[in-house]
C-alpha cells in the first residue's frame, strides 16, 4: 500500500478544501459560486472512484468474468450532478437579479449598501 | 382500485404532480386551488397515516415493487408519521392563507410559480421525513432547499435577493456535507437504506471512515436546522421572505431537518456509536445552551419583528437540539414535543406578523407604537404566541418545556434546569418589548387610520393560536405521540 494507492482520494480532499476555501473567502458572488461548484464536484469524485474495481469489468453478467465493477455509485452521482447543475443556475439567477438590484456583485458594496455589517446585523436591518 | 397500500406514496406524488400543474394552469386561482387541494389531500394521507402508526408496526412500502433493500423504499413509523402530520398540516394552513398575503408581496403574473415553488417545497420535505432510502434523502432535500431559496428571493425588499443566495450557499455547503457523510457510510456498509445501514454498521463502527461519517452528517445537518452557530443564514433569510413562506420555514424547514438528525442519531448510528465513541452529546448539549442565551439575547435587540422572531427561533431550536442531546427516553419525548409545539407556535406568530406587515406595510417595531388599539386581535394573537414561546402554564411552550426540565432533573444536570428556566426569562424579555410598544404607546396618526386585518389572514392565523393554547391543555396528541415514538427510537437502538 503506497500513498499513490490513495491518490484520487487526496485529489477529492484537496478539491473539496480548496472550494470550501473559495466559497469563505471570496467575496465576489460569482467567484462564491465557482467555489462551491468545485466543492461539490469533489464529492462526485468520492463516490465514483470507490466504484471501480481494478480488473472489474462492466456489471454484465457473463462465466468469462468474476469481478465486477459497481455501477450504482455512478447512477447516484448522476443525479447529484443534476442537483449541483440546478443549484449553481439558480445561484447565477440570483446574482444576475442581485446586481440588476444593488449595481454589484461584491458582498461588501451590497452590505455598505444596506447600511448592514458583514454580521448581517445594523441599523437598516 | 385500492388506494389504501399505496397512501405513502400518495403523500409525496400529490403534492408533486400539483407543481408542474401549477405551471400549466398559469393563472393563480386555478393554480392556487390545485395546490392547496393537492395540500389539503397530503393532510388527509398523513391523518390516516398517523392512526394507521399508532394502532400497528411501521408501515413499509416498496416504489416500484423492488423490494428494500435493492429498490427505494418508503417508511411511515411512529415519529414519521408525526412530523409528516405536523409538515402537511401548516402546508394545509398556510396555503389559504397566502392567496390573501402574496396579492400584496408578488407580481400577480408570478403568483402560479409561487404555488408551484410552495408545493415543490412541500413534496421536498414530505419526501424528506417518509423515505427510508440515504440518497433518497438527499435528493428530497435539495428539491425542498431550492425551491426555499426561490422563495425567500420573492420577498418584496431587494435584501431578500441576499438573504436567498446566502441561505443558497449555507444550504448547498450543508447538503454537501450531508451527501459526503451519506457517501462514506456507503462505501463502509455497502447499502443505502437506512434500516439496512443500521444493520450493518455495528460491525465497522470503530472505523475512521464512520466516525467521519457521523460528523460530516451533524455538521450537515446541523447547518440546515440552524443549530447555532451555524443559523447566519436564518434571521435575514425569515425576515425578508414573504409572509407566508416565513410562517412555512419557521413551521416546518427546520423541523424536518432536525427530524433528519433524530433519524440518523437513534436510528441509523444507534445510540451507543453517536453519545458514547464521539463526545456528540457534550458538543450538541453546549452548543444548545449557547443558541438558548445568545440567539435570545440577540432576539431583544432586533427593531425587525420578523427578525426578532427569527433569532428566537434559532434560540429554540437549542431546547430541541438540548432534548436530543440527553440520550433517554424523557429527553426525547421533550425534543419531539417541542418541535411539534414551537412550530404550531412559530407558525402562529408569523403569520400574525405577516397580517401587521400587510396592514401597516412594515414590520418595524420602531413604527408600530400603540398597535394594540389598532390591530386589537392581531396584537393580542401574538401576545399568546409570545407566552408560549416563554413556556407561560396554560400554553404549548410550557408543556414541551417540562417535560425538558424533567428529562434534565433525571440526568441529575441541575445546571441545565437552571439554563432552560434562566434563557426563557430572555424571552419574555423580547416578547416584552413587544407589549409595550403594541399596547402603552399611542399610536402614530399614520397607524391609527389602519384598520384590523382582513378574516383571510387572521382567520389561519387564529387556528394556530387556538392549537398553542389546545396542545397546552390537551396534551394526549403531542406527548403521546412523541413518548411513543421515543420509545420505539430508543429500543430499536439497544
Known amino acids: ?125 | 382500485m385500492n388506494l389504501a397500500p399505496h397512501l405513502p406514496a400518495l403523500q409525496v406524488v400529490v403534492p408533486l404532480l400539483s407543481a408542474p400543474l401549477a405551471v400549466l394552469l398559469r393563472r393563480p386561482t386555478p393554480a392556487f386551488l390545485v395546490t392547496t387541494l393537492a395540500s389539503w389531500i397530503a393532510f388527509a394521507v398523513a391523518i390516516v397515516l398517523w392512526l394507521d402508526t399508532g394502532r400497528g408496526p411501521a408501515i413499509s412500502y416498496a416504489i416500484g415493487s423492488w423490494p428494500p433493500p435493492w429498490g427505494i423504499e418508503y417508511r411511515v413509523d411512529r415519529l414519521s408519521a408525526f412530523v409528516l402530520l405536523l409538515v402537511s398540516g401548516m402546508a394545509a394552513l398556510i396555503l389559504p392563507y397566502s392567496r390573501a398575503s402574496i396579492a400584496r408581496e408578488i407580481p400577480r403574473d408570478q403568483h402560479y410559480l409561487f404555488y408551484a415553488m410552495f408545493a415543490l417545497c412541500l413534496t421536498g420535505l414530505l419526501g424528506i421525513t417518509i423515505t427510508g432510502d440515504a440518497f433518497n434523502v438527499f435528493v428530497f432535500l435539495e428539491i425542498s432547499s431550492l425551491s426555499t431559496y426561490v422563495l425567500i428571493a420573492l420577498g418584496p425588499d431587494r435584501r431578500a435577493l441576499l438573504a436567498a443566495y446566502r441561505y443558497l450557499v449555507m444550504g448547498t455547503i450543508g447538503a454537501t456535507f450531508i451527501v459526503i457523510g451519506i457517501g462514506l457510510l456507503y462505501l463502509m456498509t455497502g447499502t443505502l437504506n437506512l434500516a439496512d445501514m443500521a444493520n450493518r454498521l455495528p460491525e465497522v463502527r470503530h472505523t475512521r471512515p464512520v466516525l467521519a461519517a457521523l460528523a460530516f452528517l451533524t455538521v450537515g445537518i446541523s447547518l440546515k436546522l440552524a443549530l447555532f452557530p451555524l443559523h447566519q443564514w436564518l434571521p435575514n433569510a425569515y425576515a425578508y421572505a414573504p409572509a407566508a413562506v416565513s410562517a412555512f420555514l419557521a413551521a416546518t424547514a427546520t423541523k424536518v431537518s432536525i427530524y433528519l438528525l433524530i433519524r440518523f442519531f437513534y436510528t441509523v448510528f444507534g445510540t451507543t456509536a453517536v453519545f458514547q465513541d464521539l463526545p456528540v452529546s457534550e458538543i450538541i448539549m453546549g452548543l444548545s445552551v449557547a443558541a438558548m442565551f445568545a440567539a435570545s439575547a440577540m432576539a431583544i435587540f432586533q427593531d425587525n419583528l420578523k427578525r426578532m422572531f427569527a433569532y428566537s427561533s434559532v434560540g429554540q431550536v437549542g431546547y430541541i437540539t438540548l432534548g436530543i442531546s440527553f440520550d433517554s427516553v424523557t429527553g426525547l419525548t421533550a425534543a419531539i414535543v417541542h418541535l411539534f409545539n414551537h412550530a404550531v407556535t412559530k407558525g402562529a406568530l408569523f403569520l400574525l406578523l405577516g397580517a401587521v406587515t400587510a396592514v401597516c406595510g412594515t414590520a418595524l417595531l420602531s413604527r408600530l407604537a400603540g398597535l394594540g388599539r389598532v390591530m386589537p386581535l392581531t396584537s393580542f394573537g401574538i401576545v399568546l404566541g409570545g407566552l408560549s414561546l416563554i413556556g407561560v402554564p396554560g400554553s404549548a411552550g410550557f408543556v414541551s418545556k417540562w417535560y425538558l426540565i424533567l428529562a434534565a432533573m433525571e440526568k441529575g444536570q441541575w445546571p441545565l434546569v437552571a439554563a432552560i428556566v434562566g434563557s426563557s426569562l430572555l424571552a419574555i424579555a423580547y416578547v416584552w418589548r413587544f407589549v409595550e410598544v403594541a399596547y402603552f404607546r399611542e399610536p402614530s396618526t399614520a397607524l391609527a387610520a389602519r384598520r384590523e386585518a382582513p378574516a383571510a389572514l387572521l382567520v389561519p392565523a387564529y387556528v394556530l393560536v387556538a392549537a398553542t393554547i389546545y396542545f397546552g391543555l390537551a396534551t394526549s396528541v403531542t406527548v403521546g405521540s412523541a413518548a411513543g415514538a421515543a420509545a420505539l427510537l430508543l429500543g430499536g437502538a439497544r
Do not use: C, W
Open chain 1, 1 to 125: 500500500m503506497s500513498a499513490f494507492s490513495h491518490f484520487s482520494y487526496f485529489v477529492t480532499v484537496f478539491l473539496m478544501v480548496a472550494g470550501l476555501f473559495i466559497v469563505i473567502a471570496r467575496g465576489n458572488l460569482i467567484k462564491k459560486l465557482v467555489g462551491l461548484g468545485i466543492f461539490q464536484t469533489s464529492v462526485y469524485l468520492l463516490y465514483i472512484v470507490p466504484g471501480k474495481l481494478v480488473g472489474g469489468t462492466a456489471p454484465i453478467l457473463d462465466p468469462a468474468f468474476t469481478r465486477y465493477s459497481n455501477p450504482l455509485p455512478h447512477v447516484l452521482i448522476l443525479t447529484a450532478i443534476v442537483v449541483g447543475v440546478a443549484t449553481l443556475a439558480l445561484g447565477l439567477a440570483l446574482v444576475v437579479r442581485i446586481r440588476e438590484a444593488y449595481g454589484t456583485i461584491e458582498e461588501d458594496e451590497i452590505l455598505a449598501q444596506d447600511g448592514e455589517t458583514p454580521n448581517g446585523d445594523g441599523p437598516g436591518a
